[in-house]
C-alpha cells in the first residue's frame, strides 16, 4: 500500500498490476481533508467491484479487473513426412503426454488439417503409442 500526502485540490490517481487492467481515477482533496472520487476511467467512484474506487475517511482503495488472455492453438507446420513430423515434435519422447500432437496427427489422418504428408492410421498409432510413452 502506499502512502502519500496530497495538497489540496484534485489528484489522478493510477493503479497498475501485471495480469490486472490499469484504473485512472481522479479524486480531489478539499481544504479540510475530505477526500471525495471524482471519476474513475471505465468504472464506478464509490464500487467495491472492480473496475471501481472506494473512499474510506482518507484511504482510497482501487479495484482492478484481472485481464484474460487467450492462447491460440497453434497451426501445425507441414512437414514432408511422418519421421520429420515426429522429429519435430521433439521425438517419441516430446510426444509423450501431448495430447495437442495426438490431436494434430489425427486432424491429418481425417483431413482437417495438411501436415505436408499422408497421415496413415499406422502413423496415428505409433503416435499413440508415443503419447502414452511406448516405443521410440
Known amino acids: ?3 502519500v500526502d496530497l495538497a489540496p485540490g484534485d489528484h489522478t490517481v493510477r493503479w497498475s498490476l501485471g495480469g490486472y487492467g ?3 481515477s481522479t479524486i480531489n482533496v ?3 481533508g475530505v477526500v471525495t472520487c471524482k471519476s ?3 468504472g464506478i467512484c464509490g464500487s467495491v467491484s472492480p473496475p471501481g474506487v472506494s473512499i474510506s475517511g482518507s484511504v482510497v482503495t482501487g ?3 484481472p485481464v484474460t488472455t487467450i492462447t491460440p492453438t497453434p497451426t501445425p507446420v507441414p ?3 511422418y519421421t520429420a513430423w515426429v522429429t519435430s515434435h521433439g521425438g517419441a519422447s516430446g510426444l509423450k503426454s501431448n495430447l495437442v500432437s495426438v490431436g494434430n496427427i489425427i486432424d491429418g489422418y481425417i483431413g482437417i488439417v495438411n501436415l505436408g504428408f499422408t497421415v496413415t492410421l499406422g502413423n496415428v498409432g505409433t503416435t499413440i503409442d508415443y503419447y502414452l510413452g511406448i516405443g521410440g
Do not use: I, K, P, R
Open 1 to 3: 500500500m502506499a502512502v
Open 22 to 24: 490499469t484504473l485512472n
Open 30 to 32: 478539499s481544504s479540510a
Open 40 to 42: 474513475v476511467t471505465g
Open 63 to 65: 479495484y482492478l479487473v
Open 79 to 81: 512437414v514432408a513426412s
